[in-house]
């Protein structure tokens, strides 16, 4: 579903949008919040459910993330407005868990199975009967059929059809979880293992009943704005395109401006720095023998993955500052009393900016689609706005991270452009499912001498849970933008000076 205009996707940038207007127009919030679900889904005929009721329950969830706040038992009286007034602060609104799934919204989809369709023949060998290992497939009529209480999931009877007339399917939710967090509760919806979940947001994203939702911090930013703080947004990479053909990168930071943001600088400078570090990380570590390999530090849900899953191997995630916490560190130091917002396309990057391990200095997160939230809230389009003011901050390297493969590729030119005798062996993984692939490769000492970039989304941060547009729209905006840049090296970033701010971990 990913790039497809969605009921689901209208629902989340309604909500979005309707919180970010209600924070930029103040009033009274208790009985505001409690309209909006009206406003979304009007009239008495459900045009998504089986109720209009349910649907606008499910609304009201959605908003209470939306604004922070958590989701309440559904035998228990939670009106949607409990707790707003107090969340309408200028300070991160933050209760754990970030992903949440809406019990009412899930439709308990049944996880993994083998179905038999129309297309079984009732042929005379059907091999599907014979090649079962614990006789769950069985002739009745004519046609297959599987004992769902028998069946072991093995697949051998789709593998055996000559027609293809077996398909599997899973939980689109637990499909797209790389890490198995998807689980089911007493009534057989999905719930999530929060000791195994990284937040990559794939579940959110994927589940085509739009049950799964994330916390967002669009309320309380909105609310530190009005207030007069100085407030920088520091964007990602993989911004480019992600709002439309006429939302040039100038244009994109006049809008974030009109939406009272002091100024707007591209994350791809602190992922400048971050490669020249984990260039001689590897040349100083890796080459010389200290360390087998070196896995990129860029990406918070495969770096929580690699840690959790491979204690051993745990130490070759390379430790140095992220592009989001490397650029906070440099506006920081500019503008010490600034409040700084990192825009980009990850749920995982929410609890980032909140781990007690590093210090982030980045007060509020919020996703590429929340921000198409607060332009809708503020009636911004992009044909009405000027090209002023070049975005000139980053080399072609550090815009490049957003894409698979562009992370390792700066790191590589890097090694090259400092140590021109070292040669780079590189591996790299999309989806957490992979990664691990990559580091139990790793871990049977298959990939010393390596430099591995793991990326939790598909093609990268440009698939991230909080991006607008298609994966291959957006590799094609993110290489014009590469194109554009004056410096194509990390090494040659106008920012080199500022490699001091990455040894400064706490």
């Known amino acids: 579903m990913r790039g497809i205009y969605t009921p689901v996707t209208k629902i989340r940038r309604q909500v979005f949008a309707a919180i970010a207007k209600m924070a930029y127009e103040g009033g009274d919030y208790a009985s505001r919040v409690e309209e909006i679900p009206f406003e979304i889904i009007p009239g008495e005929v459900a045009n998504y459910r089986d109720s209009v009721f349910k649907e606008r329950a499910i609304i009201g969830e959605r908003l209470r993330l939306a604004i922070g706040l958590p989701l309440y038992p559904v035998d228990q009286p939670s009106p949607i407005s409990r707790d707003v007034e107090e969340s309408a602060i200028a300070e991160k609104v933050y209760d754990p868990p970030l992903v949440n799934v809406i019990p009412f919204a899930c439709d308990a989809c049944e996880p993994k199975a083998f179905m038999v369709t129309d297309n079984c023949r009732g042929c005379l060998a059907h091999p599907c009967v014979s090649v079962c290992p614990v006789n769950a497939v069985y002739m009745k009529d004519g046609k297959s059929h599987i004992d769902k209480e028998k069946c072991v999931r093995c697949g051998r009877c789709r593998e055996a059809c000559p027609y293809e007339a077996i398909v599997k399917y ?8 790389g890490v198995d967090a998807i689980e089911s509760d007493e009534l057989g919806r999905a719930k999530i293992n929060y000791d195994k979940c990284v937040s990559c947001g794939m579940c959110l994203v994927n589940c085509p009943f739009g049950a799964i939702a994330d916390k967002t911090q669009i309320f309380q930013l909105i609310h530190a704005i009005k207030e007069g703080d100085e407030v920088i947004a520091e964007i990602a990479p993989a911004f480019v395109g992600q709002f439309g053909p006429l939302a040039t990168p100038e244009k994109i930071k006049e809008a974030i401006k009109a939406l009272g943001f002091a100024d707007v600088v591209e994350v791809a400078l602190g992922a400048d720095l971050g490669a020249v570090e984990e260039a001689h990380h590897y040349v100083n570590k890796v080459v010389k023998g200290d360390d087998p390999f070196i896995g990129t530090s860029c990406c918070p849900s495969w770096s929580v993955m690699a840690k959790t899953k491979f204690p051993e191997i745990a130490h070759c995630i390379s430790g140095e500052l992220t592009p989001m916490v490397a650029t906070a560190r440099i506006i920081k130091k500019e503008h010490p009393k600034s409040r700084i917002v990192f825009i980009g396309p990850c749920a995982a990057k929410k609890l980032e900016a909140s781990r007690k391990s590093v210090r982030s200095d980045v007060d509020f997160v ?81 990939r010393d001498g390596y430099l591995l970039e793991g990326m939790a989304c ?15 729209k957006a590799v094609t905006a993110v290489t014009k933008f590469q194109k554009e840049a004056d410096e194509k090296l990390a090494t040659k970033s106008a920012y080199m000076s500022e490699l001091n701010l990455m040894d400064d971990k706490k």
């Not at 598909?458 to 298609?470: K, V």
């Open 170 to 177: 899973d939980r689109p939710c637990a499909a797209a979880c």
């Open 366 to 446: 919020i996703t590429f689609e929340e921000l198409m939230g607060m332009f809708v809230a503020k009636g911004i389009e992009f044909g009405d706005l000027e090209d002023d003011g070049r975005l000139d901050d980053a080399t072609a390297a550090g815009r490049g991270y957003s894409v698979a493969g562009g992370v390792a590729d700066a790191i590589c030119n890097a090694v090259h452009d400092l140590y021109p005798d070292v040669d780079v062996k590189i591996d790299r993984a999309e989806g957490l499912k992979e990664c691990q692939k990559m580091l139990k490769l790793a871990q049977a000492g298959k």
């Open 458 to 472: 598909p093609g990268g941060c440009i698939g991230g849970a909080g991006t607008l547009m298609p994966i291959k």
